[in-house]
Nanobody
Framework: QVQLVESGGGLVQAGGSLRLSCAAS????????IGWYRQAPGKQRELVARIVIGYSINYADSVKGRFIVSRDSAKNTVYLQMNSLKPEDTAVYSC??????????WGQGTQVTVSS
């Protein structure tokens, strides 16, 4: 199994920055892809950014040029640097990992609120 623990959410003014962290533990060697999703009130969960390890990095169009996803393999941690935040970025951000066993794991989520 894989455990994911997010941190770094909070309240920020529009135009500000936040960095989210997702620490993975357990069978981290089985992780094929890891990244971030978000869900705003009344909306469906959507992909924000995702690393397919050793292959590609994907971003939602709405965050391209503002958010950067990165991974520290030594620390088994994935980061989401969020810049130029907008009120529409307000959501619960959750870390997600896909594994070689075709299992999907989620963190508990962290709230990001951007005030106008």
């Amino acid at each position: 199994q894989v455990q994911l623990v997010e941190s770094g959410g909070g309240l920020v003014q529009a135009g500000g920055s936040l960095r989210l962290s997702c620490a993975a533990s357990g069978r981290t060697s089985s992780i094929n892809a890891i990244g971030w999703y978000r869900q705003a009130p009344g909306k469906q969960r959507e992909l924000v950014a995702r690393i397919v390890i050793g292959y590609s990095i994907n971003y939602a169009d709405s965050v391209k040029g503002r958010f950067i996803v990165s991974r520290d393999s030594a620390k088994n941690t994935v980061y989401l640097q969020m810049n130029s935040l907008k009120p529409e970025d307000t959501a619960v951000y959750s870390c997600n990992a896909d594994t070689s066993g075709s299992r999907v794991y989620w963190g508990q989520g962290t709230q990001v609120t951007v005030s106008s």
